[in-house]
């Protein structure tokens, strides 16, 4: 399988090793004890580094979450508030537009009566005859006085 010299002499180099690893932990438990409690040491630091980078992702994610809820509730009040005051600014406008009817309503109803009254008022007095002349002489002398 192995044609060439050098790939020849690697391989038993590397078997050579490996058989004197195997003795060494079978001459000298206390190696392997202390080979396998360098690898968990290892291990358990890694674990910790890991955890650590767990809990700072964690952290950021919560961070990150706690100032987009902060935004939405900020934005919302915003919302709300903006809301709040169109609909006072149109409840006012409606309130003003009533008011408004309703006084032209009352003036128109005023001038009406006033009409009414002037009406009754001026047939009483142009009934009677001698006062209706009276009233058309006065009249015509206020024309009269008026224009000159």
């Known amino acids: 399988m192995l044609k060439q010299p050098r790939q020849l002499a690697d391989a038993c180099?590397?078997?050579?090793?490996?058989?004197?690893?195997l003795v060494r932990m079978l001459i000298?438990?206390?190696h392997v004890e202390r080979h396998v409690h360098r690898r968990g040491t290892d291990r358990k630091a890694e674990g910790a580094r890991i955890l650590a980078e767990a809990k700072e992702k964690q952290n950021a994610i919560l961070k990150e979450a706690f100032a987009e809820k902060e935004q939405i509730i900020d934005e919302?009040?915003?919302?709300?508030?903006?809301?709040?005051?169109?609909?006072?600014e149109e409840a006012a406008r409606r309130i003003r537009e009533e008011k408004e009817k309703a006084i032209r309503e009352v003036r128109s109803e005023i001038a009406d009566?006033?009409?009414?009254?002037?009406?009754?008022?001026?047939?009483e007095k142009i009934s009677r005859d001698k006062e209706q002349q009276q009233i058309i002489d006065r009249l015509l002398d206020e024309v009269s006085f008026c224009k000159s």
């Open 76 to 88: 919302a009040h915003r919302k709300a508030a903006a809301e709040t005051r169109l609909q006072v």
């Open 13 to 21: 180099y590397t078997l050579k090793a490996v058989v004197g690893e």
């Open 113 to 123: 009566l006033s009409i009414a009254i002037a009406e009754k008022v001026m047939k």
């Open 28 to 30: 000298f438990p206390r």
